[in-house]
């Protein structure tokens, strides 16, 4: 990713879905990012500010961005810009979202992909044209701190730390919660409930377009809200539907209302909600929101208040659900922290997990891989010479730009110490070196690879050295269709 791709866009985060998105909340309604807790190191609450350095994000963002005035004001009394700078930073935005063609697809052409970064660049040089490289500068390091903090990042009087992480949190990729919590890993389209450090549920979730990520971080769960209404934002995106107005509330239990029966807020700019089909689970099916089928939400939020310290009823659960043109509120008794990640490289029950880098945040690389592996106690020199090889291949095979060449025999020359054939002991280091790199090259040559199709969204590698090791397997797993899993019962937290 080009420089300014990594720098100028994290501006466009965290309020923008507010906004821009089908997710939009309601004044009011919202509680409270890890950049990535992409595999590039995974993300630990403790490294929010590195991983948010490391997440680009999207125009349409900075445009919706711009909606929340304590975000403008805030611009005004922090960086001293003017309301005519911002004027004019709102209309770079607003151009490059009125040139956005989304695409429902899952994939992106490198012709798209190349545009999308072209303008991106663009942009960014606009923004220094108008306030300058410093303001620019202090601009990005805001948005940052609304990518990792949320809307509480515009509100000085929060002094809430109930979501703060678990002092006992590994900051290690792929760590496991020792507290209650929900955790959410994006290209892994997989959201689990975790009860005082164990695994309870998990759920196969669609997540935001690419034009409206998913943002990553540290947030947090705080009232469930029964058939919300939905103001649509002045997007592109909402110019195309019928029968729905920019600015209009659409009414609680109107089939216009793409939020369906159940929200959480979890701060700006993104909500858990109902809503999607199942077919949409698995997929990008939202505008900055975790996105669940109608009977998938309603299991979460009660198995939510579950684990929260307190329970919903049957009764009142139905009740709340029964007036669709009622808007209920329900505090939950406990603050429950969502972590957001971007992990595209997971060791899970004993198997090597690698997933489609679905953002395009180049976390599909050696490095990570390394960190991944040593995080569990191996190295990527204590694999065979033919694990190492499978390993990179998967790597570059889930990248969104895989290379044409593997680097097979980098890794059989990087792996010192390992046998790779009979090389003559008196030859140099060099000769012995091209002879290892040789023989891996052939022997790659000489396997027939099975191709990654364009859609494999996962790719799992069985290492014996992993056994017994990693982030648990998804448990009581709802996909979303078919018969749903039994209940399940936590205890409940003081």
């Known amino acids: 990713m080009n420089k300014i791709r990594h720098t100028a866009l994290w501006l466009i985060v965290a309020f923008s879905l507010v906004a821009a998105a089908a997710c939009t909340v309601e004044p009011g309604s919202n509680s409270n990012s890890p950049a990535s807790p992409s ?3 995974s993300p630990s609450p403790s490294s929010e500010v590195s991983q948010a350095n490391a997440i680009p994000v999207t125009l349409p963002v900075l445009d919706a961005m711009f909606s929340d005035e304590a975000f403008k004001s805030r611009l005004k009394s922090k960086i001293e810009l003017t309301d005519d700078q911002i004027a004019q930073l709102q209309k770079i935005a607003g151009d490059e979202v009125a040139r956005l063609r989304q695409s429902n697809t899952e994939e992106q052409s490198a012709e798209q992909l190349s545009q999308a970064e072209q303008s991106r660049q663009h ?25 990792v903090k949320g809307s509480e990042a515009t509100d000085p009087n929060k002094t809430d730390k109930a979501a703060a992480p678990d002092s006992t949190t590994s900051n290690l990729p792929n760590a496991v919660p020792k507290d209650t919590r929900v955790v959410v890993n994006i290209p892994a389209f997989r959201m689990d409930v975790f009860s005082a450090g164990s695994l309870v549920k998990s759920y196969k979730i669609g997540i935001g377009y690419p034009e409206f990520p998913l943002p990553t971080g540290l947030r947090k769960a705080q009232t469930i809200i029964f058939n ?30 793409p939020l369906g029966p159940i929200k959480i807020p979890i701060g700006l700019p993104s909500l858990i909600h109902g809503g999607k089909s199942p077919a949409k689970l698995g997929t990008f099916a939202s505008h900055g929101c975790v ?14 208040a579950q684990v929260a310290g307190g329970e919903i009823s049957n009764t ?21 922290p969502v972590e957001l990640r971007y992990e595209t490289i997971v060791v899970e029950d004993g198997k090597l997990h690698i997933y489609r880098d ?25 694999l065979s010479e033919e694990q190492r090889t499978q390993v990179l291949d998967a790597l570059n095979a889930m990248s969104r730009h895989p290379l044409n060449e593997t680097a097979t025999s980098k890794a ?8 790779a054939g009979n090389v003559n002991p008196s030859a140099s280091p060099l000769a012995a070196a091209n002879a290892t790199a040789d023989k891996a090259e052939k022997k790659v040559a000489a396997r027939v690879k099975k191709p990654v199709g364009k859609n494999q969204k996962e790719l799992v590698i069985e290492l014996a050295a992993l056994k017994g090791k990693g982030y648990p397997a998804a448990v009581n797993l709802d996909t979303g269709a078919g018969k749903p899993a039994p209940p399940v019962v936590v205890k409940s937290t003081d």
Not at 123 to 147: P, S, T
Not at 316 to 336: E, P, R
Not at 412 to 419: E, F, I
């Open 412 to 419: 059989a020359v990087s792996a010192p110490g390992k046998a």
């Open 123 to 147: 942009a960014a040089e606009a923004i220094r044209g108008v306030i300058g490289e410093q303001k620019a500068q202090d601009l990005f390091a805001m948005a940052r701190e609304y990518w």
């Open 316 to 336: 009142a659960f139905q009740s709340y659900l029964k007036d669709k043109t009622k808007t209920q509120v329900v505090k939950l008794d406990h603050v429950v």
């Open 291 to 304: 996105g669940l089928t109608t009977a998938q939400v309603q299991d979460f939020a009660k198995l939510l």
């Open 39 to 41: 595999p590039s190191t």
């Open 358 to 382: 679905v953002y395009d945040q180049d976390t599909n690389t050696e490095a990570n891989l390394r960190a991944v592996l040593e995080a569990n106690g191996i190295k990527l020199e204590d």
């Open 228 to 257: 919300p209404t939905w103001t649509p934002p002045d997007e592109p995106w909402v110019a195309k539907m019928k029968n729905v107005s920019v600015g209009e509330k659409v009414e609680a239990g109107s089939k216009l209302n």
